[in-house]
């Protein structure tokens, strides 16, 4: 919930306990809450119940319209499929799959998962994290 940064020490929120937890650190990666837009989030019957585009992990079709696709950040795929290189595969899958449903075609792309992530390491340097 919080970062002292001149401390090198981060503060979590125990929810067990609700207690707050202070731990020092030597490299630390956050990634802010993600949602999905309030036109998604309050439309309950495209959405899982975390309010995230519910579609098919590979396909990335929806699971109840046929009609929809979804990628990126608004889909319910774990957090490590919201980068912008995961969403460079998932256009290539969601481009093919829309095409063959358009032409009546079974849909024959998947989404492996792949993705990546730069981690600022320093001011000057990052790392590429592939995952």
Known sequence: VEVNYDKREAVFDNLDTNEKVNLSYNFLHVTPPMSSPEALFSNT??????????VDSLTLQHKRFSNIFGLGDCINLPPANKT????????????????????GSPLTSSYTGYSSCPLITSRKTCILAEF
């Open 84 to 103: 912008a290189a995961a969403v460079s595969v998932q256009t290539a899958v969601l481009k093919s799959n829309l095409t063959s449903l358009m032409s």
């Open 45 to 54: 019957d495209l959405t899982d119940q975390q309010g995230f585009l519910n």
